[in-house]
């Protein structure tokens, strides 16, 4: 059976100081090394650091990782003394989900700057207490007024680029969180689960790149607990730590979560592999994943155990959260008339549908794990996203994306905007039904961000089946360029409060925008 998943301000910066100062507990190891294993003397330690995630304009949803048996208390307050705090309990974390555990918070006001401090509590000693780790965030507006900007990237540690202490670990999140978006949108590979870490690699031009390593990432990841190790690795990182506690995520999946390209029902040929059926797997990996990141829908509360969702924040903006992994087809040539399963399946198309159709924001931002016509390709014969080469009308998984794109037009469904990472460089399509071979959709954009923390690629060809146009592009000259080689990508959309209107800035690392476009507001087309 095919796997189917269930289960800033002054304010703002005076508050990080005292998250910080905890985080700075759990150093970065020595290169080659495995992580520090925690001691069960003395009080229970939050040192992985805080997170939240799927923020509304009235609700959020807080992470913490213990290093043992604890219960989890948040305090929320709209100022930093935290008088009359509000305490929420949270759950006894435990070795059944790798002591980590994620309280929901509700009743929250909107459009406020809330205070947040977790403490971890012995479950058989009240009175012996942890450090509390404080963090922050900002609700989502109630009025259209506010504005709202955040940012977007993916693809962390992969091709073996690691956390280097040579270049300040993955110092491009310490530039995002000085950016103080509302929030961050992660669109897939926050591990590469079947990216080996080495000690050292050395680079074309005779530099030595030093990794940070630990044992989960010695190997391929196969176990559940080589994938919770995974997810670890990256929290050895202080500036993710330091994101974390200040910027709330939305967080996807997309291949390397599990492994490169892989699919539902597929069995592995790949000597790596002890454990070839990759239904096991993406299982393993999505509790991983469930347990590491604080995601409305796979949070025990929410009775869903799915991937795909709707994140609203507030009057300007809709979040669509696709899953365009777990519910797809095999990987093929792509060339079959009739597809209903498609990348996205025909129950969450049908979700999709009707979820756009109900939205009443202003923008409708489609969070997609991979391109639309991109040509990614799997092997020598097969297709890994949408586009399959073939510039004619609509065969494959491209009868699903044809079929959404006409019903966006037909219901004159506004202010639709896809974002994107996965091919490891930035960019800009514009989608025109005059170029294309498929004509019955409205113009749209579609704007490709990343790598994070991982290696660069040189720029797909263009399927013309929906009539891209590649308005802007940067992207290097040869595969897996490394991080200390060129700086990392990640966007940036900034939605004006007074005219609605939507600016998409592609950034560089360093501080550089390399493309921006203002998209107008009420438009079924742009």
């Known amino acids: 059976m095919s796997y189917r998943p269930r289960f800033p301000s002054p304010d703002r910066r005076g508050v990080l100081r005292g998250s910080l100062a905890v985080s700075a507990a759990l150093a970065l190891p020595a290169v080659g ?3 520090p294993a925690f001691a069960l003397s003395g009080r229970p330690r939050a040192a992985w650091g805080v997170q939240v995630g799927d923020v509304t304009s009235s609700s959020a949803l807080v992470w913490v990782r213990s290093d043992r048996p604890a219960r989890m208390i948040v305090e929320t307050s709209a100022t930093e003394s935290f008088r009359r705090a509000r305490t929420w309990h949270g759950p006894l974390v435990g070795s059944g989900t790798d002591f980590t555990g994620t309280t929901p918070l509700y009743g929250l006001p909107p459009g406020e700057q809330v205070h947040y401090r977790v403490t971890l509590v012995d479950p058989h000693d009240p009175r012996r207490t942890g450090e509390p780790v404080h963090g922050t965030f900002r609700t989502a507006p109630a ?13 962390i540690a992969g091709q073996g680029w690691g956390i280097n202490p040579d270049i300040g670990g993955y110092a491009v999140y310490d530039e995002m969180r000085r950016l103080d978006p509302d929030f961050f949108l992660c669109s897939g590979d926050n591990i590469y689960a079947d990216g080996v870490i080495e000690p050292s690699v050395k680079l074309p031009d005779g530099r030595v790149w030093r990794n940070v390593t630990t044992e989960e990432k010695s190997k391929v990841a196969e176990t559940l607990a080589e994938y919770r190790g995974n997810f670890r690795y990256n929290l050895l990182d202080h500036n993710l730590r330091e994101f974390n506690a200040q910027v709330p995520s939305i967080v996807q999946w997309d291949d390397h979560e599990v492994r490169n390209n892989w699919y539902p029902g597929q069995i592995l040929d790949d000597t790596r592999y002890t454990e070839k059926n990759v239904d096991v797997l993406a299982a393993r990996s999505m509790r991983a994943f469930r347990e590491y990141f604080p995601v409305s829908t796979l949070h025990a509360s929410s009775g869903e155990g799915r991937m795909h969702r709707v994140v609203r924040h507030g009057p300007l903006l809709d979040v669509f959260v696709l899953d365009m992994r777990s519910f797809r087809n095999a990987n093929s040539p792509g060339r079959q008339p009739d597809d209903t399963t498609g990348i996205l399946g025909a129950e969450q198309l049908r979700w999709l549908k009707n979820e756009l159709s109900r939205s009443r924001a202003v923008w409708k931002v489609i969070a997609a794990d991979m391109p639309l016509g991109l040509v990614v390709t799997d092997g020598a014969t097969d297709f890994e996203a949408v586009a399959q080469g073939d510039p004619g009308a609509p065969l494959g998984r491209e009868l699903q994306i044809a079929e959404l794109l006409r019903y966006i037009k037909h219901r004159r469904i506004t202010g639709t905007v896809w974002l994107t990472a996965d091919v490891h460089y930035t960019s800009a399509q514009h989608y025109e039904p005059e170029r294309a071979a498929f004509k019955d959709f409205a113009p749209f954009w579609e704007f490709v961000s ?5 290696g660069q690629f040189q720029a797909n060809e263009l399927d013309s089946t929906f009539g891209p146009d590649r308005v802007f592009v940067r992207a290097p000259d040869r ?15 900034d939605i004006d409060g007074d005219s609605g209107e939507l600016t998409v800035r592609l ?20």
Do not use: C, H, I, T
């Not at 990343?450 to 991982?454: E, N």
């Not at 490394?482 to 990508?489: G, K, R």
């Not at 950034?507 to 742009?526: I, M, N, T």
């Open 33 to 35: 090394s495995a992580a």
């Open 143 to 155: 009025r259209r007024r506010d504005g709202v900007r955040f940012l977007w990237s993916g693809d």
């Open 450 to 454: 990343g790598p994070l923390a991982a």
């Open 479 to 493: 595969a897996n360029v490394s991080p200390m080689e060129s700086p990392q990508y990640f966007g940036e959309v």
């Open 507 to 526: 950034r560089a690392q360093g501080g550089s925008v390399l493309f921006s476009k203002v998209l107008q507001p009420g438009r079924v087309g742009q």
